[in-house]
């Protein structure tokens, strides 16, 4: 309250990342919300290598295989993200869109010291969603532009309660 009796609105700086969680199969990702241009349906994007979508080209992105899983084509979520960071589009096929959440950044937690060679380039960070693990995606890697092709390790994610 100031001295004549009105309040004042506190501004606080909070730092947040808000992410577009996608899900293939039992494994959580997220992308940075902000890179995001669209979500279309399979009969929205169309066949073929490219969509076309509101004047821009989106070239296909098998983040499946380079996150080491199978994407279900039969799934009635699948649903392709329009991504873009400026330079490079894509199109990500994805089992299920979750849906956009803002994080604090003190939540996001960087990779564990143990990984050190190129998977650090790979994922900016991971975040606990729905008592499980989901990696936030480095939207570079996600689009090719690392020059990297590798794919992340075949194991599974495994839930972890954040109550343990």
Request: glycine share 8%.
């Amino acid at each position: 309250m100031s001295l004549r009796g009105h309040y004042k609105a506190a501004t606080t700086n909070v730092q947040v990342a808000s992410l577009l969680v996608v899900r293939y199969g039992i494994r959580y990702c997220a992308l940075p919300s902000d890179e995001v241009r669209g979500v279309l349906t399979k009969e929205q994007a169309g066949h073929g290598e490219t969509v076309n979508w509101v004047g821009m080209t989106y070239r296909r992105v098998d983040l499946a295989a380079r996150l080491s899983t199978k994407l279900d084509v039969a799934s009635l979520d699948l649903r392709i993200v329009l991504f873009s960071n400026g330079h490079s589009h894509g199109a990500i096929h994805v089992d299920e869109v979750v849906g956009l959440i803002d994080v604090d950044r003190q939540h996001c937690m960087p990779l564990p010291p143990h990984f050190r060679c190129e998977e650090r380039s790979w994922v900016t960070g991971m975040i606990f969603y729905r008592n499980d693990l989901a990696i936030v995606l480095n939207p570079e890697w996600v689009l090719g532009e690392l020059g990297t092709e590798g794919t992340l390790p075949s194991r599974p994610v495994t839930g972890r309660s954040l109550a343990a």
